[in-house]
Nanobody
């Protein structure tokens, strides 16, 4: 059974940083992609960043380019999202997701999802 468990969310002031982690259990597909998505109240879910198992096909949403960095520790099966220079508009529930395949960028469908962690950025 595949399980994705996020951690690292919280509250921070604008300009601050947070690092999200996502531990993957039972995910044995090769090749595979993992990604971060977010959804703010009243808004559609947005693909934030993605990366494949080989460390390639990295994508970022335009709104986070230059501020967020996605990385994947293949040995530990942990996905990270380093978020710097946070803005109030980054406030959302952040979800980790995984899919089989090489290509990670939206609108490709992700099959497995975590429960999400809240990120709140205050001014």
């Amino acid at each position: 059974q595949v399980r994705l468990v996020e951690s690292g969310g919280g509250s921070v002031q604008a300009g601050g940083s947070l690092r999200l982690s996502c531990a993957a259990f039972g995910f044995t597909y090769q090749p595979y992609c993992m990604g971060w998505f977010r959804q703010a109240p009243g808004k559609e879910r947005e693909g934030v960043a993605g990366i494949n198992a080989g460390g390639g096909n990295i994508y970022y949403a335009e709104s986070v380019k230059g501020r967020f960095t996605i990385s994947l520790d293949n040995l530990k099966n942990i996905l990270y999202l380093q978020m710097n220079s946070l803005k109030t508009e980054d406030s959302a529930m952040y979800y980790c997701a995984a899919r089989a395949g090489v290509f990670c960028d939206p609108p490709r469908e992700y099959s497995y999802w975590g429960q999400g962690v809240q990120v709140t950025v205050s001014s």
